[in-house]
T-cell receptor
Framework: TQLLEQSPQFLSIQEGENLTVYCNSSSVFSSLQWYRQEPGEGPVLLVT?????EVKKLKRLTFQFGDARKDSSLHITAAQPGDTGLYLC??????????FGAGTILRVKS | GAGVSQSPSNKVTEKGKDVELRCDPISGHTALYWYRQSLGQGLEFLIY????????KSGLPSDRFSAERTGGSVSTLTIQRTQQEDSAVYLC?????????????????FGQGTRLTVV
């Protein structure tokens, strides 16, 4: 059982559509990070959210940390083929190790 | 180097042979993680190091897998008697981990991985 559950596992959409990826846990995290992995590369950090209820925007990407700091979401507006990749969330339990979700594979078709 | 370095980048081995995969983390990063990624899939956790000790090795799939870290730096993942199902990309990541109870961890930096093919 994953400490951090990501959903959906796979997502295939048309260019221009909106989508949301979820990262859920029964545990509280002091912070949560989102990473993106392009084919052939290692994952790269997109954003870190720290405060419960926090919302961060990165161009067409909106990240939200749940009020209770147990869950997070990533919303992409008007997806583009360049958004294709693996999206990972990772939780930090108060200075202990980072726990990664298994990831959401996103494919945006033109 | 400035980033996490993994070697070799590609490894093809015969079934039954042993392989060693190496990870050079970013200098000063105390936390080191090994993950496995099958083609088109997400990350599968293998083992976590804090310094030279491994407080969490729960993800190692069998006793054919082992890992060590020396000098709080380089880590080696060893797979004995490789099987075809071991074929995957093995990713290493490191981060600065100041210790339990401190506010939050820094970013995890990943290497580009070792693609292992068992034939």
């Amino acid at each position: 059982t994953q400490l951090l559950e990501q959903s959906p596992q796979f997502l295939s959409i048309q260019e221009g559509e909106n989508l949301t990826v979820y990262c859920n846990s029964s545990s509280v995290f002091s912070s949560l990070q989102w990473y993106r992995q392009e084919p052939g590369e290692g994952p790269v950090l997109l954003v870190t959210v720290v405060t419960g209820g926090e919302v961060k925007k990165l161009k067409r990407l909106t990240f939200q940390f749940g009020d209770a700091r147990k869950d997070s979401s990533l919303h992409i507006t008007a997806a583009q083929p360049g958004d294709t990749g693996l999206y990972l969330c990772a939780g930090d339990r108060y200075g202990n190790k980072l726990v990664f979700g298994a990831g959401t594979i996103l494919r945006v078709k033109s | 180097g400035a980033g996490v370095s993994q070697s070799p980048s590609n490894k093809v081995t015969e079934k039954g042979k042993d392989v060693e995969l190496r990870c050079d983390p970013i200098s000063g990063h105390t936390a080191l993680y090994w993950y496995r990624q099958s083609l088109g899939q997400g990350l599968e956790f293998l083992i976590y190091f804090q310094g030279n000790s491994a407080p969490d090795k729960s993800g190692l799939p069998s006793d054919r897998f082992s890992a060590e870290r020396t000098g709080g730096s380089v880590s080696t993942l060893t797979i004995q008697r490789t099987q075809q199902e071991d074929s995957a990309v093995y990713l290493c990541a490191s981060s600065f981990s100041p210790g339990t109870g401190v506010s939050f961890l820094g970013e995890a930096f990943f290497g580009q991985g070792t693609r292992l093919t068992v034939v």
